[in-house]
């Protein structure tokens, strides 16, 4: 067992042992600490439910779980080691999990010919085959609660872009992985689903605008209103306008909702880019 997602840091306001008594569900978001992750962590807490938040940085993701009332757990999923403890931990601190939020990414992009092996095998390691060793070590007790996992997919594993081939590529892989999952495991009672955002205002897209800010000469505001510009809402979303679509995933509502890859997008994946030049 990993050390590192052997011990958890602390549960915001409630000790381990007596929240394992309750039978409020229970999810796990990797990648919690910042960003999407985070937001969906705070909704999920909101509705109501118990929430671990895993992530490689340790101080910043017992900063997060002190300001959400999580537990923080932190782990590497591209460890498949740190996956199955990471689940050990989760059952032995609350004794089930209704909710997996597949969160954490890894974001490799630029030139195609600058994409080395190395950038690659860790974007596929961690956006695929990581999440893939997770949802094996989660699933005897998805199966148990009839739970659900939702995976934070994005808008690029549907539409090619420039520079994010190797990202694109296992976005794609991830949702494909989402769906065989929802096929092979709905007959246990199992869904799975993902969602697809494109342009979030989050840490990591800001950084992604200083090429556009650099660029244009532009402030970020105007960053994003360049990179949305062909999104019919006009915008970037907000990290809530996705928790909020992930919770829903989870909820009983969405009970038959299952290899759904839903796009959060404003309707940018509905644009017809040969019509653009009318606009």
């Known amino acids: 067992m990993s050390e590192t997602a052997a011990t958890d840091s602390g549960i915001g306001g409630t000790s381990g042992e007596h929240a394992s008594e309750s039978q409020q569900p229970v999810a796990l978001v990797t990648g919690g600490a910042t960003g999407i992750g985070y937001a969906c962590a705070g909704d999920l807490v909101s509705r109501g439910w ?20 999580a537990v923080d757990i932190s782990a590497d999923v591209s460890d498949p080691d740190q996956c199955a403890a990471l689940i050990e931990r989760t059952q032995a601190l609350f004794g089930r ?6 969160s954490g990414s890894s974001s490799g992009s630029g030139p195609f010919a600058s994409l080395g092996h190395e950038l690659w095998a860790t974007t596929v390691m961690t956006n695929i085959v990581g999440n893939a060793d997770l949802c094996r070590a989660a699933l005897p007790l998805l199966m148990r609660t009839r739970g659900s996992i ?41 869904r799975a689903n993902a969602v697809c955002p494109c342009w979030v205002r989050t840490a990591m897209a800001d950084r992604s605008m200083g090429v556009l800010m650099e660029r244009n000469h532009c402030t970020l505001d105007e960053a994003y209103a360049l990179a949305t510009d062909v999104v019919p809402l006009g915008r970037a ?4 306008e996705v928790s909020s679509v ?34």
């Open 50 to 69: 118990r929430v671990i938040i895993s992530g490689r940085r340790k101080e910043l993701l017992h900063k997060a779980a002190g300001e959400l009332g």
């Open 237 to 240: 979303a907000a990290p809530e």
């Open 97 to 102: 999990l209704d909710g997996l939020v597949l």
């Open 150 to 190: 939702v995976a934070v997919s994005s808008i690029a594993s549907m539409r090619a872009s420039s520079f994010m081939s190797a990202y694109a590529a296992s976005k794609a892989g991830l949702g494909m992985l989402i769906k065989s999952l929802a096929v092979e495991f709905g007959p246990q009672g199992v």
């Open 246 to 279: 992930v919770a829903f995933l989870l909820s009983k509502e969405a009970s038959f909702i299952n290899a759904a890859l839903i796009p959060v997008d404003g309707g940018a994946s509905a644009v017809d880019v040969g019509a653009l030049g009318y606009r």
